[in-house]
């Protein structure tokens, strides 16, 4: 079509005063002379205000002993250490919560986002509430509430609840005792027999946080992992030949499953026939302290429980506005050429939903990682509270700090813009501009 | 079911759908009152009518994409019920062409026509694509099959979709008011489509307006009016000698 179409004719001439690429240049060049004046003003005061405080400037802080503590680090931190590791420190932490609250803010927001879709009225309405209720609310508050009316009443480290499956099954057979009768009562010892068999809870609350299993890792443990990895390569190899076998035969295979049985059984048989290298060591109460296990610290708990809560009802939102983007005909059209519902969600409606919930999405995260500062209002040590805060407070080095702090956070949040943004990329469809 | 086994099914059962004492309620909203229509194969037929007398809704219970309280609807000798193992059966076997086309727009006009004869009939995706090029050849338009359908103009899409729908090799094609959407000079193409389908002796339910294409292809013509069939009757007596008042009062208003 377009090898038979004439060449573009040459533009007709246009007054520059009402041409409308004359008038954008001139606009955009108006606002960046602007900005550069404005950037110019803050320079010249900062640095005269800088003067007059007789603050010294400069990176040389980061080698000076801190001197102050931190009640969560992931590598080892002392009073003694110094502003630089201190950073190190607030940086993790601010990524430890940001990547939970991230991965678990997005299965629930899912979960809640489809079961508000749901034809079954209790569960849509429950979703409903739900978002209604969280979206609502300060995000400063619900930190507090979790903190302050959830976490801080609990009970002494000596009288810890212990949630696990143990429990519930204790309670089941205390629950039949009760009814004494005969048979319930033979229930009852068998029940407390597979209790006591299960062992001990595996995670306990307290007021001094949540205490969960730690990993140990025995001699042997590298083969595990290399069984993983074989595992994950040998998904691929398989997803490419399903892939291949389809197109040659129109033959679907299992592949999920498939996958679920390669990733999760190849590890399991190495386990079991290296005798468990690999495991959690429970916690136990001994005297006044946990033994084993790791104590999630109640500023971290309280952190990610609001976070993820919050962030959740945004992202239901979204999956929600996602979904219903995809037209009913849409369904209809697959239905009716005899596509079974699975089917018909995977190959239709899921692909176009995930382009309207994708950008969106990333807005989410980015908020999330934002809305970690707020750990300020409960002392979780985040880059904040312990760089933008301590340090700043102690040193005075405003610009310094408050340069790197911005550059952090913009940093992390390009990073995650780009990881989605290839994303998008990838199932953004071609269409007419 | 082997292709000896077919043939005596399709020949002891000339009946393609067969629709008795059809009565479907949106709340208290009687859609359809006591439809009877039994479609023989092979035949083809017009439902015409006044907007929102329940066409579409008859149209989409010969596939379940309706369900209803009274009545039974038979398909190529299958009884639609809530088994959703019969409803995929009976909608493998049965093609759809919607007013709004419904192509699936993240997939190309390629991908539409193979999307189902690979994930429901289990063709390896060369012959899904042979075939996908047959019918795109039929319907006129073997060149698009690279494109998405937001490039193409209504008219093609509209093609495309019949296109997908006859990869799956159905027994039956409806069509709910395929050219209302679209513009005059685009409504030809698609109904010279309709025509060639009909000429291969393809069994048809057609809900139109085109009155030309009824006098042209159609066996029997129908006019439904609050939820009824009011009148049904070959093209020459429906248009020259209609019975019902009714009949009478829409042909002078479409015909004009
Ligand atoms: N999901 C629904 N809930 C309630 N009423 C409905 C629903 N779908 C359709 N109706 C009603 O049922 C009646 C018949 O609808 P239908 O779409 O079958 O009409 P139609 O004859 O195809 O009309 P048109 O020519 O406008 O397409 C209409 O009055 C419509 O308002
Ligand atoms: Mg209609």
Redesign the interface.
């Known amino acids: 079509m377009s090898d038979t179409a004439p060449r573009a004719p040459k533009r007709p001439r246009v007054d520059p005063l009402y041409d409308p690429r004359v008038r954008a240049a001139v606009y955009q060049v108006l606002l960046l002379l602007l900005l550069l004046w404005l950037g110019y003003q803050v320079a010249v005061n900062v640095r005269a205000n800088l003067v007059a405080q007789n603050i010294a400037t400069g990176f040389g802080f980061f080698g000076i002993t801190a001197g102050f503590g931190i009640n969560q680090s992931l590598i080892p931190y002392q009073e003694a250490d110094t502003y630089g590791r201190a950073f190190v420190v607030g940086l993790l932490n601010t990524l430890l919560v940001s990547a939970i609250g991230i991965v678990f803010a997005t299965i629930l927001g899912f979960i809640i986002g489809i079961a508000r879709l749901s034809p079954n009225w209790l569960v849509a309405r429950i979703a409903g509430g739900y978002v209604e209720l969280i979206r609502n609310l300060p995000l400063l508050f619900q930190i507090m509430f979790w903190y302050v009316a959830v976490l801080s009443p609990l009970p002494a480290v000596r009288q810890s609840i212990g949630i696990g499956f143990q429990p519930l099954v204790q309670r089941l057979a205390d629950g039949l005792a009760w009814l004494n009768f005969d048979l319930a009562k033979a229930a009852a010892g068998l029940v407390q027999r597979f209790a006591v068999w299960i062992g001990p809870p595996e995670v306990f609350l307290n007021n001094r946080g949540l205490i969960v299993p730690e990993p140990y890792f025995h001699s042997g443990a590298g083969i595990v992992c290399a069984a993983l990895l074989a595992g994950i390569v040998a998904t691929i190899a398989m997803r490419i030949w399903a892939r291949r076998r389809?197109?040659?035969?129109?033959?679907?295979f299992p592949v999920f499953w498939a996958s679920i049985g390669l990733v999760v059984g190849l590890p399991l048989a190495a386990l079991v026939v290296l005798g468990f290298p690999v495991g959690l060591v429970q916690p136990e109460l001994r005297g006044f302290n946990f033994v084993g296990g790791i104590r999630l610290i109640p500023e971290f708990v309280a952190l990610v429980l609001a976070l993820t809560t919050y962030t959740a009802a945004f992202i239901a939102e979204v999956v929600r506005a996602g979904i219903l983007s995809v037209?009913r005909?849409?369904t209809?059209?697959?239905?009716?050429?005899?596509?079974?519902?699975k089917?018909v969600l995977n190959?239709?409606v899921v692909?176009?939903a995930m382009?309207v919930i994708t950008p969106p999405l990333t807005n989410q995260y980015l908020n999330l990682t934002k809305n970690s500062t707020l750990a300020a209002a409960i002392g979780y040590p985040d880059l904040f509270s312990v760089f933008a805060g301590s340090t700043l407070n102690i040193t005075g080095q405003a610009i310094e700090i408050i340069a790197i702090t911005m550059a952090v956070y913009l940093t992390i949040s390009l990073v995650t813009s780009l990881l989605m943004g290839w994303y998008n990329a990838r199932i953004q469809?071609?269409?007419?501009a | 079911m082997t292709p000896q086994q077919q043939e005596l099914r399709q020949t002891r059962n000339p009946v393609a759908v067969d629709i008795v004492g059809l009565n479907k309620w949106y709340g208290s909203f009687h859609v359809l009152r006591d439809v009877d229509l039994r479609i023989a194969r092979g035949e083809r037929i017009v439902i015409a009518g006044p907007s929102g007398s329940g066409k579409s809704t008859l149209l989409r219970c010969i596939?379940r994409?309706e369900d209803w309280q009274e009545g039974s609807v038979v398909v190529d000798g299958v009884e639609l019920t809530d088994d959703?193992k019969k409803i995929?059966?009976v909608?493998?076997e049965?093609?759809?062409v919607?007013q709004?086309f419904?192509?699936?727009?993240?997939l190309t006009v390629m991908q539409n026509c193979t999307?189902?004869?690979?994930?429901?009939?289990?063709?390896?995706?060369?012959?899904?694509e042979d075939l996908a090029r047959h019918y795109l050849e039929r319907v006129q338009i073997p060149e698009q099959a690279g494109k998405?359908p937001?490039?193409l103009s209504g008219g093609q899409q509209q093609r495309v979709?019949i296109a997908?729908?006859l990869c799956?090799q159905p027994k039956i094609m409806l069509f709910d008011e395929p050219t209302s959407a679209l513009d005059p000079e685009m409504i030809k193409e698609v109904l010279d489509t309709m025509v060639m389908l009909a000429e291969d002796g393809m069994t048809m339910a057609v809900v139109t307006h085109e009155m030309g294409f009824a006098r042209q292809v159609a066996n029997r013509v129908a006019l439904m009016d609050a939820g009824q069939i009011i009148e049904m009757s070959e093209p020459a007596r429906f248009f020259e000698n209609p019975q019902h008042e009714r009949t009478k009062l829409f042909l002078s208003q479409i015909l004009r």
């Open positions: 389809l197109d040659a035969t129109g033959q679907t037209s005909g849409q209809e059209a697959a239905a009716a050429l005899g596509l079974p519902r089917r190959l239709v692909p176009q382009r469809l071609a269409e007419r | 596939n994409l959703l995929e059966d909608r493998r049965v093609g759809m919607f709004q419904n192509l699936f727009p993240h999307l189902a004869p690979i994930w429901v009939r289990h063709m390896p995706r060369k012959a899904a998405y937001s490039q979709a997908r729908a799956m």
